[in-house]
């Protein structure tokens, strides 16, 4: 993008004893947000990369005129949150947003729907993973005395739905439940687990042996209408895994049904157990399927293929 990284590191390190209050009294989001808005006049573009940071400076663009500000390209996690839909349109903050880049369609409708964007200003987006490292040809693959079936992550999941699919399945079951970006408590924390099931915590080189080792992964989610659980579902599709997914309004833009993984119905433990023992009963579909969902991620979600859209997305506000 030719841009300079603003992040609160640096705009703490520079504040004043004002900017100090603002911290203490609003949160470091609101602090960030004010020192964009302040450096308005010196750029085309300012990118925020979520409306944590993105609803202040919305908000705080009002105050000036709209031809003395950069444009404004906010990227959209989940903007339907209630209370953040009731702020954004009870304060008009529309006008203050110029592109809005989602990473689902059902967040791209809530826009377009829900605020009356124009469909020009809202971009869909697939999110972005490390190809070069999650990559089978980094490993190899364990040996193993029974298929392994792993899982990863703690945002929204629906893992009481798949400790029951599992339970019957000759294979050994390995949980990841931890996530870096995550703030909830693991549902597993106490529960009583098949004896197939084993739950860890693992570093990014560990997660990536494991799904190296693993047949299928399985992405048990609960009803949601953003993309929770994208990061690992990228991840081991970039390792060339079959995908075993919850179908939800916010979960169907990735996985292609039948071409790069499954899908099954919420809450349905029935129809997960009978997808994934469909797939470690058939390597050379699994085999497809993941070499399909590679091809996909390094077409559409490689993180170098994510920078240029994204900066393709700035320019055009530019001109």
Request: aromatic fraction near 6%; charge should be neutral.
């Amino acid at each position: 993008m030719r841009a300079d990284l603003l992040d609160y590191g640096a705009v703490r390190a520079r504040q004043n004893s004002v900017g100090a209050l603002i911290e203490r009294c609003f949160g470091a989001n609101v602090m960030l947000a004010l020192a964009c808005f302040r450096r308005r006049l010196d750029y085309d573009v300012i990118v925020t990369d979520g409306e944590q940071i993105g609803i202040p400076l919305a908000a705080l663009s009002k105050l000036g005129r709209r031809s003395t500000r950069a444009k404004h390209m906010m990227v959209v996690h989940i903007l339907s949150v209630p209370k953040k839909a009731l702020l954004f349109r009870a304060l008009r903050l529309r006008s203050g947003v110029d592109m809005f880049v989602v990473y689902c369609s059902a967040q791209k409708r809530f826009v377009i729907d829900r605020f009356g964007v124009d469909q020009r200003r809202v971009a869909l987006q697939p999110f972005m993973v490390d190809t070069r490292f999650f990559r089978i040809a980094e490993t190899r693959p364990s040996e193993r005395a029974r298929p392994v079936i792993c899982a990863a992550g703690l945002e929204r999941r629906d893992y009481a739905t798949m400790l029951h699919a599992v339970a019957d399945i000759d294979a050994d079951v390995v949980i990841a439940a931890a996530s870096p970006w995550s703030k909830r408590n693991s549902e597993l924390d106490g529960a009583t687990l098949p004896g197939n099931v084993s739950v860890v915590r693992l570093g990014l080189f560990e997660l990536r042996q494991l799904y190296a080792d693993a047949s299928v992964v399985v992405m048990p989610l609960q009803p949601v209408d953003f993309q929770a659980g994208i990061t690992t579902i990228l991840e081991a599709m970039s390792m060339e895994r079959p995908v075993v997914c919850t179908a939800t309004a916010g979960q169907d833009d990735t996985v292609v049904e039948g071409e790069t993984g499954l899908y099954v119905p919420h809450a349905d433990a029935a129809a997960m157990q009978q997808a994934i023992e469909q797939l470690l009963a058939s390597p050379d579909d699994s085999a497809r399927l993941g070499a399909a969902a590679r091809a996909w991620v390094v077409e559409h979600a490689d993180v170098d293929v994510y920078a240029r859209d994204l900066a393709a997305l700035a320019d055009s506000l530019r001109r």
